[in-house]
């Protein structure tokens, strides 16, 4: 990003980036930032007109595809005509390609086209989620640019309005980087009560007697993940937590339960447990076993951590 800033100046701008990672809504915000970059005097930083044009999708000099689900020949044919008209407002043409993993070969051959010989001052900036699903002819032809998780300041500063939400803090902690994660977490109703479930299992479950009070008859399969997933970060904390490595615990808010409850695992029962969650979360299921799949699970990690002592 700091590159294009830096091309922009020099006037270097290359006709065409292809920006990729694993996560839609990164790349769409990534796309949206290069563009005000791009167009804006103050390099994007400032909201003006030209930005907030470019953030609502109205700037006359950004053309957004695929028009329908996936970029057609249709697309790529009127990509050609967009691509030739001149800027309106300021200097150059953006013309923005989403998901480019999702067309077909022929729409990327008619797109190579025009890639090939980029009209002067249009600047393509497409983005996939796939690499390997582009033509290699068309790859070719762009700058490829890796995006890397965003760090977590970066993130709170793009989910600055949902900063009252309860969950917020751990959205952030749970999110690996990317937008459409971030955005699942803190849309998601049932993720504070999993992560609750979690966290009491891992602290007061004691006997096997106790097991009952912590299964949720007819459990999803969404809850079942996360849930187990929760437990599994608590569970690698603690070991964290036994190694004097603080800095590297994941669930920053319960560092002091943890240092209380850590003489009641040793190092061995924690791998194990690990180990163990890892097992389950290799296994093929259906909803209707997820109940009794959890409790024997409990049951087993009772079993290590009283064996394991
Ligand atoms: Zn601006």
């Known amino acids: 990003m700091q590159d294009i800033l830096q091309?922009?100046?020099n006037k270097k701008l290359v006709g065409g980036y292809l920006f990729f990672c694993p996560d839609t809504l990164t790349l769409n915000e990534i796309l949206l930032m290069c563009a005000k970059q791009i167009l804006c005097d103050s390099n994007g930083d400032d909201?003006?007109?030209?930005?907030?044009?470019?953030?609502?999708?109205?700037?006359?000099?950004?053309?957004?595809?695929?028009?329908?689900?996936?970029?057609?020949?249709?697309?790529?044919?009127?990509?050609?005509?967009?691509?030739?008209?001149?800027?309106?407002?300021?200097?150059?043409?953006?013309?923005?390609?989403?998901?480019?993993?999702?067309?077909?070969e022929q729409s990327q051959n008619k797109?190579?086209?025009?890639?090939?010989?980029?009209?002067?001052?249009?600047?393509?900036?497409?983005?996939?989620?796939?690499?390997?699903?582009?033509?290699?002819?068309?790859?070719?032809r762009l700058l490829k640019v890796e995006i890397p998780p965003f760090d977590k300041q970066t993130l709170t500063q793009i989910f600055s309005e949902y900063q009252k939400q309860e969950d917020f803090a751990l959205a952030m902690d749970y999110s690996n980087g990317y937008i459409g994660e971030t955005k699942q977490i803190l849309l998601d109703q049932d993720?504070?009560?999993n992560y609750a479930l979690a966290k009491n299992i891992v602290t007061n479950l004691k006997s096997?007697?106790?097991?009952?009070?912590?299964?949720?008859?007819?459990?999803?399969?969404?809850?079942?993940?996360?849930?187990?997933?929760?437990m599994q970060s608590m569970y690698r904390d603690i070991a964290l937590v036994?190694?004097?490595k603080i800095e590297l615990v994941k669930n920053k808010t319960l560092v002091?339960?943890?240092?209380?409850?850590?003489?009641?695992?040793?190092?061995?029962?924690?791998?194990?447990?690990?180990?163990?969650?890892?097992?389950?979360?290799?296994?093929?299921?259906?909803n209707v076993t997820l109940s009794l799949l959890f409790e024997n699970l409990l049951t087993s990690i009772l079993e290590v951590k009283y064996l394991c002592r």
Do not use: W
């Open 111 to 140: 797109l190579l086209k025009v890639l090939e010989n980029p009209p002067k001052n249009t600047i393509f900036l497409i983005s996939t989620t796939n690499l390997n699903k582009v033509l290699p002819t068309v790859k070719s």
């Open 242 to 244: 036994k190694s004097n």
């Open 47 to 104: 909201n003006c007109p030209i930005c907030q044009k470019v953030q609502c999708g109205s700037h006359p000099d950004v053309c957004v595809y695929p028009k329908g689900d996936a970029f057609s020949t249709d697309d790529s044919q009127s990509v050609i005509l967009d691509a030739n008209k001149k800027a309106i407002l300021g200097e150059y043409k953006i013309l923005m390609i989403k998901n480019l993993e999702n067309s077909s």
């Open 256 to 286: 002091s339960v943890f240092e209380n409850i850590s003489d009641e695992f040793s190092m061995k029962a924690l791998v194990e447990i690990i180990k163990r969650i890892n097992d389950v979360n290799k296994k093929q299921f259906s």
């Open 208 to 230: 096997s007697s106790e097991i009952v009070n912590y299964i949720v008859p007819k459990m999803s399969k969404n809850q079942f993940l996360d849930t187990v997933k929760f």
């Open 7 to 9: 091309q922009k100046v």
């Open 191 to 193: 993720f504070l009560a």
